[in-house]
């Protein structure tokens, strides 16, 4: 869900959503859900209590940092053009996915300890967050469209509070 988010977000400030633009973001979105399980399922026994210790606050920080910089961008002249649009490369996709899927590490240590066939497991996970975001991707433009600059700002407000609740969700 949280990468469901971040890709409505993503939606939220293109100025125009293609197949190729959603496939990006699916593809960065469900390959990461899908691997994060399996690399903490493989590494169980040596990170388990080191994963948990920390990830929530690496979310946490990605996501501020992220949404802080939207928030910003926000309130900056507002350009509609093709060329203002925030680029899908490694750069601004790679923290995006690892923020929202740094979490399925642990899911993968525990799927270890309950000895769960890990690969049908990361291949649900994948496939599922590939469609879902997706879907957001197109939410997100649709909503995006009437709302241009307050999109953004709402994106990014959107983004800090899921940080919030990653990180609320590991210090309760």
């Not at 939606?11 to 959603?22: D, H, P």
């Not at 690496?58 to 949404?67: T, V």
């Not at 802080?68 to 925030?86: H, L, P, R, V, Y």
Request: aromatic letters at 12%; a neutral charge; hydrophobic letters at 60%.
């Amino acid at each position: 869900m949280d990468a469901f988010a971040v890709a409505t977000c993503f939606g939220l400030t293109m100025a125009r959503v293609t197949i190729k633009k959603s496939l990006i973001i699916g593809m960065y979105f469900g390959v990461f859900q899908a691997a994060m399980p399996i690399i903490g399922y493989v590494f169980a026994a040596q990170f388990a209590d080191k994963i948990t210790a920390f990830d929530h606050w690496i979310a946490f920080a990605l996501l501020c940092f992220i949404g802080g910089k939207m928030i910003a961008e926000s309130f900056e002249k507002e350009n509609c053009s093709e060329s203002a649009e925030k680029p899908l490369d490694f750069k601004t996709m790679f923290p995006l996915a690892i923020a929202t899927s740094i979490d399925a590490l642990a899911v993968g240590v525990s799927f270890a300890f309950l000895q769960v066939n890990i690969v049908p497991a990361a291949l649900s996970i994948g496939i599922i967050t590939f469609v879902l975001s997706m879907i957001g991707v197109k939410i997100g433009s649709i909503f995006g469209m009437k709302f241009k600059s307050k999109a953004e700002l709402a994106g990014g407000i959107i983004l800090i509070l899921i940080g919030f609740k990653i990180l609320l969700e590991h210090l309760m």
